[in-house]
């Protein structure tokens, strides 16, 4: 009981805040009540018994990608006056298009129905070891792939920011 | 799997050639590298194997990373231009290497993760080469693009997968498959479905999600644009049928209809828009959206035709790209510019190019006895057997219109006169490759059962 509530109490913060990234003027705000949106959906991974996916998100998201950000939105120097207007049309347009996504979103969830929890209650699901029997068991292939993602990545990341020698 | 193990070690040795200083020897072990690999590639064919359960090595496979090898070798030819002007040569050849590796990954997944992981590796050093020219802003501006338009596209495509994940409990295409013909998906499902769809016409450059292409092909180096044209739209392609056709054939009634729309208003507004340029390589920017339309067709169908046609249809339309695209990039740097108009008189100064390029364009248009005739008639006989009569009817009209705009350049060259001529030297290896794609267009438009009849 005390966790449902505790999840609506997590849902009501994380879309709240959500809301607030988008409609607060000043972009370091966005940024900060970002973090707090990623607190809360912490606070879910915990509910749904995923203990290291939270530390993990917290980790990564909240500080060393919201960090970058900060230092984006700062070397940016992006504020109020500068902020571009869009027109009338492409706001509009945009918000339709929005609007009918959450349509379809709202009514593919109104039809779905609760499925049963099959498996029993394991409250070491969530912890590394079981992570890392899943990473390197089923999901091995796709990890040593990934390896070649994050290759890519870097060599590009090098190639852009290097200068080029004459 | 021998093609990606083979395609990942190729690309660490492209690496290892900066710090123990073989570039020179690169290329050419670039080029054995993938004859090699075609060869090992050729050896799976008919095995059809799993491995862990993440991929599937099917004829499907086989013969689609064959196609996609094969492009790039000659892709590879008509590009030594871009590896030797550079410092950081080494780098680029990495990054093609390693998105030609995400491309095969993503003509045999049988795992979601696979598929966005190859997507991902595919699409990432793209981003970068797009950009790759970095004191010209028009390249800056593709490389942006293509970035945020990417990463927009693969959140939708990454918000899909979680949702069927949600909905059948399962990353593997097979089993959805089979959950969903048990009825036990719930309706969640169905708005997965439609966001993966997004975030995959997206990456075809479908309308109404191809405002990133016209830009994107522009700016970015023209050897770039004719990877993106050949093997990114090929990848993209066979990623396309093979999750359409394995996993969501049993639910085709929601999403075929769309579909239909999306391929007509591709075919329409890419040809249309074609007609209005005046920039050669923007129109063949265009065309290239058209092209997609027209290859949405099978995936409309999805009888046993569509993995024929459309594995005919990628080769027809790669092959033909990559001569149009290394005749433009001749033209361009002997004019200065890639208007239509740079290629007024090529036909007196250039009999050769000029002839390469008919051909090349014959076959986008789709005039017998090309391959490009073959490859839309038996994707138009797939479509119409599937009963989309109307829909073939479109994409006739919108060949037509095609035929229009690939005329305009065949008249420039053979009819109209320049103001100032000049004579293009062609090096010996793209006199090579363009006799290798002139015979190769003509052969596959003479037989083009031998691929065809391949799936």
Redesign the interface.
């Known amino acids: 009981m005390i966790t449902q509530y505790i999840f609506y109490f997590l849902s009501f913060l994380a879309i709240m805040f959500g809301l607030m990234v988008v409609l607060s003027k000043n972009p370091i705000h966005s940024v900060l009540y970002l973090v707090l949106t990623f607190f809360a959906i912490a606070g879910h991974y915990v509910l749904l018994n995923a203990q290291f996916l939270a530390a993990v998100h917290i980790i990564v998201y909240a500080g060393a990608i919201m960090v970058l950000f900060l230092f984006v939105i700062m070397l940016l120097n992006l504020n109020k006056e500068t902020e571009p207007h869009k027109n009338v049309w492409l706001k509009l347009s945009a918000a339709v298009a929005a609007g009918l996504l959450l349509v379809?979103?709202v009514?593919?969830?109104?039809?779905?129905?609760m499925?049963a929890a099959t498996n029993t209650f394991d409250p070491s699901v969530g912890l590394i070891e079981n992570l890392g029997k899943t990473l390197f068991g089923?999901?091995?292939?796709?990890f040593e792939?990934?390896s070649?993602?994050l290759?890519?990545?870097m060599?590009?990341?090098?190639?852009?920011g290097?200068k080029?020698?004459? | 799997m021998k093609a990606l193990i083979l395609l990942s070690s190729l690309g660490v040795i492209a690496l290892l050639a900066e710090i123990f200083s073989f570039k020179k020897l690169l290329y050419p072990l670039v080029i054995i590298g993938l004859i090699t690999t075609f060869i090992f590639n050729a050896f799976d064919w008919g095995t059809d194997r799993i491995y862990f359960n993440m991929m599937r090595y099917d004829d499907f496979a086989v013969a689609f990373s064959s196609v996609l090898i094969g492009v790039s070798f000659l892709w590879f030819i008509m590009a030594d231009g871009f590896f030797k002007e550079e410092s950081n040569m080494t780098d680029y050849f990495a990054l093609v290497i390693f998105s030609l590796a995400g491309a095969v990954i993503m003509v045999s997944y049988s795992n979601m993760a696979m598929l966005f992981l190859g997507i991902e590796i595919l699409s990432i050093p793209m981003y970068v080469l797009a950009g790759s020219k970095k004191d010209d802003v028009l390249s800056n501006e593709a490389g942006f693009k293509y970035l945020i338009m990417g990463a927009f596209a693969s959140g939708f495509l990454l918000f899909g997968i979680a949702l069927i994940y949600g909905a059948t409990g399962s990353f593997d295409i097979v089993e959805i498959a089979q959950t969903v013909a048990a009825g036990a998906a719930s309706s969640i499902f169905y708005a997965g479905l439609l966001l993966m769809l997004v975030g995959m016409a997206f990456k075809v450059s479908a309308a109404p999600f191809h405002f990133w292409a016209p830009d994107v092909y522009q700016g970015a180096p023209t050897p770039v644009t004719a990877y993106m044209a050949t093997i990114v739209k090929t990848a993209a392609f066979a990623a396309f049928l093979r999750l359409f056709y394995t996993c969501f054939q049993g639910s085709a009634a929601t999403w075929t209809s769309i579909v239909v729309v999306m391929a007509g208003l591709t075919m329409l507004a890419g040809n249309i828009t074609a007609v209005l340029q005046t920039s050669a390589k923007r129109m063949l920017a265009y065309s290239s959206v058209a092209h997609a339309g027209y290859m949405l067709l099978g995936l409309v169908a999805l009888n046993q035709y569509s993995q024929g046609s459309i594995l005919m249809y990628t080769l027809a339309y790669s092959v033909g790209s990559i001569t149009s695209f290394g005749v433009l990039g001749y033209v361009a740097k002997a004019k200065g510019g890639d208007a239509v108009d740079s290629f007024n008189g090529l036909a007196k100064t250039n009999p050769f190019l000029a002839f390469v390029m008919t051909v090349a364009l014959l076959s986008l248009a789709g005039i017998p006895p090309t391959a490009g005739f073959f490859a839309k008639y038996y994707i138009f006989t797939a479509a119409f057997q599937a009963g989309h009569a109307w829909l073939v009817l479109v994409a006739i009209l919108a060949s037509l219109i095609g035929v229009y705009y690939y005329f305009r350049i065949i008249i420039a060259m053979y009819f109209k006169h320049s103001n100032h001529e000049v004579t293009i030297e062609v090096s010996a290896n793209h006199k090579l490759l363009f006799v290798i794609t002139v015979l190769l267009t003509i052969a596959l438009g003479l037989m083009p059962d031998f691929v065809i009849g391949l799936l």
């Open positions: 379809v979103m009514g593919s969830l109104k039809n779905a129905e499925i089923e999901f091995l292939l796709p792939v990934a070649l993602l290759l890519g990545a060599v590009g990341a090098v190639l852009l290097k080029s020698i004459k």
